[in-house]
């Protein structure tokens, strides 16, 4: 079992900028992948930035050039560095890590997720 704790969300102002912070626990195998998911009232669950444990980053369309994701792999903790921010940034952010044992089923865990809210 794996648990997630974020932090770091809140409300800020267009073009302000929020930094997120995700802390994972438990049974961790190397060669994970970590990232943040967001979902706004009435939408899917969409990710926005993914990295592996070597550091590969991808990001929505949406945020690139904006967002940063990091990870520090001694801490198992994850990162998003939330610049320029517009009100559709506006949603409950969510930490995912996806592990398992190398040639074994990998599993999917989530944490129980950070309200971000961008006034115009």
């Known amino acids: 079992q794996v648990q997630l704790v974020e932090s770091g969300g809140g409300l800020v102002q267009a073009g302000g900028s929020l930094i997120l912070s995700c802390a994972a626990s438990g049974t961790i195998f190397r060669g994970n992948t970590m990232g943040w998911y967001r979902q706004a009232p009435g939408k899917q669950r969409e990710l926005v930035a993914g990295i592996t444990s070597g550091g590969n980053a991808n990001y929505a369309d949406s945020v690139k050039g904006r967002f940063t994701i990091s990870r520090d792999n001694a801490k198992n903790m994850v990162f998003l560095q939330m610049n320029s921010l517009k009100p559709e940034d506006t949603a409950v952010y969510y930490c995912?890590?996806?592990?398992?044992?190398?040639?074994?089923?990998?599993?999917?865990?989530w944490g129980q997720g950070t309200q971000v809210t961008v006034s115009s």
């Open positions: 995912n890590i996806q592990t398992g044992p190398p040639r074994g089923q990998a599993y999917t865990y």
